[in-house]
Nanobody, 126 residues
Framework: QVQLVESGGGLVQPGGSLRLSCAASGGTFRGYVVAWFRQVPGQEREFVSAIKWNSGHSYYADSVKGRFTISKDSAKNTVYLQMNSLAPEDSANYYC???????????????????WGQGTQVTVSS
């Protein structure tokens, strides 16, 4: 059973960049889909991006396409989310999620993921 450890959140000015990390502890990401979701209090958890570990195929929400990039480092067993051109509406608690049995049509659905990190806060403000 893999455990997810997130890092990299913080406060950044509009237009700035941050890189989030999601490291696997107690296992590897081999065979997993690893995703990032975000949530603002009072709102539903929103899909941001995902990557299929084995193939490297990636997925993005329309709201972040062209600004965010998901990637992996096999040696470090870590998934990254590079976030550029950040805007105040990107402010949220960002969660890493992973699952080995998820089907293609459920990749953007938070209920389909079994493993979750603790979350890291991203605040975009001047």
């Amino acid at each position: 059973q893999v455990q997810l450890v997130e890092s990299g959140g913080g406060l950044v000015q509009p237009g700035g960049s941050l890189r989030l990390s999601c490291a696997a502890s107690g296992g590897t990401f081999r065979g997993y889909v690893v995703a990032w979701f975000r949530q603002v209090p009072g709102q539903e958890r929103e899909f941001v991006s995902a990557i299929k570990w084995n193939s490297g195929h990636s997925y993005y929400a329309d709201s972040v396409k062209g600004r965010f990039t998901i990637s992996k480092d096999s040696a470090k067993n870590t998934v990254y989310l590079q976030m550029n051109s950040l805007a105040p509406e990107d402010s949220a608690n960002y969660y890493c999620a992973a699952d080995r049995t998820i089907i293609q049509s459920s990749i953007r659905t938070h209920q389909a993921y079994d493993y979750w990190g603790q979350g890291t806060q991203v605040t975009v403000s001047s």
